[in-house]
């Protein structure tokens, strides 16, 4: 079975630019979560989209959102870059179920870079 | 609020011995831990969950002990091998959301 893919892998953009990033899930996955990892704040959730429909939230502006498709696959955008926003944005899937106790399986994670 | 904490930035360990990597929690809503393996650049890979119903799992050279009542949570790889080289991290979600809190990691090094 293809694991969680991402694309594009590596990005370079300039502040105040957008950029949207892709995400598709592991086979039979309905639950897609995005995170950010930073040298300075870690791992840190993001958003997490089930059935088409955001589910959690993380702590981040509104300039972060995100879709989830009917065929599960989600799309991450970030409008009005900043400096601060480069980093290593990681997609995992998972089954979905609503009992929670589920292993999330990451994505190799799109680079961002902006300049 | 550091909610999950990974105390030990880095560990050495020789090939062969027993690798302990700690993690420590303070929101008692937890009910599901998990540990990660991360190389640079790359996403994160799944190693082993623990449920809060259970204070240990084993997997392979992987075992996972869970003691709530300190809230902290640690993993043994024995013996250690070159290749689990890498940083760790340990990660928890409560009551069924799928939301990961993730601690700051630990890079281990295992020598020859």
């Known amino acids: 079975k293809a694991g969680v893919t991402q694309t594009p892998r590596y990005l370079i953009k300039t502040r105040g630019q957008q950029v949207t990033l892709s995400c598709s899930p592991i086979?039979?996955?309905?639950?897609v979560s995005w995170y950010q990892q930073t040298p300075g704040q870690g791992l840190q959730f993001l958003f997490e989209?089930?059935?088409?429909?955001?589910?959690n939230k993380g702590n981040f502006p509104g300039r972060f959102s995100g879709r989830q498709f009917s065929n599960s696959r989600s799309e991450m955008n970030v409008s009005t870059l900043e400096l601060g926003d480069s980093a290593l944005y990681l997609c995992?899937?998972?089954?979905?179920?609503?009992?929670?106790?589920?292993?999330?399986?990451f994505g190799p994670g799109t680079r961002l870079l902006v300049l | 609020d550091q909610q999950v904490k990974q105390n030990s930035p880095s560990l050495s360990v020789q090939e062969g011995r027993i690798s302990i990597l700690n993690c420590d929690y303070t929101?008692?809503?937890?009910?599901?831990f998990l540990w990660y393996k991360k190389y640079p650049a790359e996403g994160p890979t799944f190693l082993i969950s623990i449920s809060s119903i259970k204070d240990k799992n084993e997997d392979g050279r992987f075992t996972v002990f869970l003691n709530k009542s300190a809230k902290h949570l640690s993993l043994h790889i024995v013996p250690s091998q070159p290749g689990d080289s890498a940083v760790y991290f340990c990660?928890?979600?409560?009551?069924?959301?799928?939301?990961?809190?993730f601690g700051t990691g630990t890079q281990l090094k295992v020598e020859l």
């Open positions: 929101n008692s809503m937890f009910d599901y």
């Open positions: 086979s039979g996955h309905r639950s």
């Open positions: 989209y089930f059935s088409e429909t955001q589910r």
């Open positions: 990660a928890a979600e409560k009551g069924g959301g799928n939301k990961l809190t």
């Open positions: 995992a899937s998972s089954l979905g179920g609503t009992s929670g106790q589920e292993t999330q399986y």
